[in-house]
């Protein structure tokens, strides 16, 4: 059974990644869809598309929404230099025999102001990148389960936009034999490119971050209520250097928990650590991710926040 889920995904993939056409080769746009979701994720460097189940699997693996117990929702915000503003939000719940969860994630900023070449003010604009997603995960066979999301996305600068659409598939697996061993394949955001249009004229295409990332978990008890997840992703976007991330999460039986996260390949960020706090059905998660991005004056070190529930 997990034979005939893999091949097609990873023929898919290999569909995705041996397109020879020019605009696949340029650097992809929608760069937000590159940053990792959630500060639980942040703050184990990313290392978490084997960890990711329930609602906060919308923005990782799509096959982690068949975790989906009840009605659950994810949200998480933060900031980076100049004011530049991340929000996620997702709503999930069991549907159709599986877990489906609808999200929202974007990118934006506070008015910047526009001036000519003499310096005086001539107003502001800003600028913001939007998806919309659907996602749907079901347990099949053999610890196994799969999942399908599509989404829509906007891109906008100042009063230009483009719009286009996109899929992405994942697979994860836990098998019997070792239960506390989860593995997780997936490509993400495969679609056309958008363009924008300037008085009347297409302009150059503007590709999505197609990625293929793999990732492995190991969920270990020491003793005490004390377990630790050590995990590492592997992760490939077209038009893009590959990243390795490498993190791990201790958590006790209190509720309290801590993280590090290690990433090579990633331009701006290759450090970072959270720590989170469970409490029944609520989670509250908290990541440091400095930057190593020299802005003069501005920092590009950001906080990040999460929440979670379940009812």
């Known amino acids: 059974m997990t034979r005939r889920i893999a091949s097609p995904l990873a023929l898919s993939a290999l569909l995705v990644f041996s397109a020879s056409t020019a605009a696949f080769a340029a650097p992809p746009g929608f760069a937000f869809l590159e940053v990792p979701a959630g500060a639980r994720a942040s703050g184990m460097g990313g290392a978490y598309s084997a960890v990711a189940r329930g609602a906060e699997a919308a923005f990782w693996n799509p096959a982690g929404l068949s975790g989906i117990s009840g009605t ?22 069991r549907m159709f ?12 900023t506070e008015p910047i102001e526009e001036r000519d070449a003499l310096g005086n003010l001539l107003g502001t604009f800003g600028s913001h990148d939007l998806e919309l997603q659907l996602g749907y995960g079901r347990a099949t066979r053999g610890g196994a389960s799969i999942g399908f999301a599509a989404q829509l996305l906007r891109e906008r600068l100042a ?4 719009m286009t659409w996109g899929v992405s ?19 993400q955001h495969a679609g056309p490119a958008a363009h924008y249009d300037f ?18 978990a190991w969920h ?18 077209r038009g893009r250097q590959a990243v390795v991330a490498l993190g791990a999460e201790v958590e006790s039986a209190t509720g309290a928990s801590a993280r590090v996260g290690f ?41 990040r926040f999460s929440f979670g529930a379940q009812f």
Do not use: C, K
């Open 72 to 93: 659950e929702i994810t949200a998480s915000h933060f900031e980076s230099f100049a004011n530049l503003r991340h929000e996620q939000f997702a709503l999930g719940g």
């Open 169 to 187: 598939a994942g697979l994860a697996w836990q098998p019997a034999a070792w239960r506390d061993v989860r593995a997780s394949l997936m490509v």
């Open 199 to 216: 008085d009347g004229q297409v302009g150059a295409p503007v590709g999505l971050p197609v990625a293929l990332q793999g990732g492995l």
């Open 220 to 237: 270990r008890g020491l003793g005490s209520g004390v377990s630790v997840t050590p995990a590492l992703d592997v992760r490939a976007t």
């Open 263 to 303: 990433r090579e390949g990633d331009d701006n960020a290759n450090f970072s650590a959270g720590a989170g706090w469970r409490y029944g059905s609520v989670r509250v998660d908290y990541a440091w991710v400095p930057s190593r991005l020299d802005f003069g004056d501005a920092r590009g070190d950001s906080h």
């Open 97 to 108: 025999g599986g877990g489906m969860a609808a999200s929202v994630r974007a990118m934006y």
């Open 159 to 162: 009063n230009e936009s483009a």
